[in-house]
């Protein structure tokens, strides 16, 4: 397993606004994930951070509005760009260990208000 | 329609009981089936994983699949209080050199005293 940890762990936000949400690993990982879960609703996979190239995003979720960076195998970060209350959400990241992909360990959370 | 389906609760049962939680997916491709529980302002946390049909378990916890129906459930035997959480079940499909994958929308379990 591996321990992950968020900054922030909550916010409240303004419309119009950004916030970036940064997860540490505790060691090196081979796949990062960041996922949003809203009330009610399943997890929804946001993009897959790669490290060394571009994220691989889901339908419906685009790098203008959630750009991700991957700069080395322990950290990652991504950003809620122009942000409007449907952005408010509980933003996960999580990671996989190399050779069992289908196994995801999760950070603690950022819980995001906009305003 | 959603490709997993889980029914949201609450369920709440007295300590002691047999709990059954259930998902059911469309999708034949998946092939990993997972438990997550997730504690109220936590992260999830994985449970169990299963790997095609059959029954895996763990102490108080059994997980079973069946491909066949498309159907998945968690027992928990002698349930605790501490049990009491949101379980999600997941699956995955293999797509390359990751796994996405794709979550039920959780049910809510209460164990009481």
């Known amino acids: 397993s591996a321990v992950i940890s968020q900054k922030p762990s909550r916010d409240i936000c303004q419309r119009g606004t950004s916030l970036t949400i940064q997860c540490q690993v505790d060691?090196?990982?081979?796949?990062m994930f960041w996922y949003r879960q809203q009330p009610g609703q399943s997890l929804t996979l946001i993009a897959t951070?790669?490290?060394?190239?571009?994220?691989?995003?889901e339908s419906g979720f685009v790098i203008d509005k959630f750009p991700i960076s991957r700069p080395n195998l322990t950290f990652s970060t991504l950003t809620v760009s122009n942000m409007s209350p449907e952005d408010s959400s509980i933003y996960l990241c999580?990671?996989?260990?190399?050779?069992?992909?289908?196994?995801?360990?999760f950070g603690p959370g950022t819980r995001l208000t906009v305003t | 329609q959603k490709e997993v389906e889980q029914d949201p609760g609450p369920l709440s049962v007295p300590e002691g009981a047999i709990v059954s939680l259930n998902c059911t997916y469309s999708?034949?491709?998946?092939?990993?089936f997972m438990w997550y529980r997730q504690y109220s302002r936590k992260g999830p946390e994985l449970l169990m994983y299963?790997?095609?049909?059959g029954n895996k378990e763990d102490g108080r916890f059994t997980a079973q699949v069946d491909k066949s129906s498309k159907y998945i459930s968690l027992f928990i035997r002698d349930s605790q209080p501490s049990d009491s959480a949101t379980y999600l079940c997941?699956?995955?499909?293999?797509?390359?050199?990751?796994?996405?994958?794709?979550f039920g929308t959780g049910t809510r379990l209460q164990v009481t005293l």
């Open positions: 999580s990671v996989s260990i190399q050779g069992r992909s289908y196994e995801q360990y």
């Open positions: 060691s090196q990982v081979t796949m």
């Open positions: 951070a790669n490290q060394g190239s571009e994220a691989t995003y």
């Open positions: 999708n034949s491709a998946f092939q990993y």
């Open positions: 299963t790997y095609s049909s």
């Open positions: 997941a699956m995955s499909r293999r797509t390359g050199t990751a796994s996405k994958l794709t």
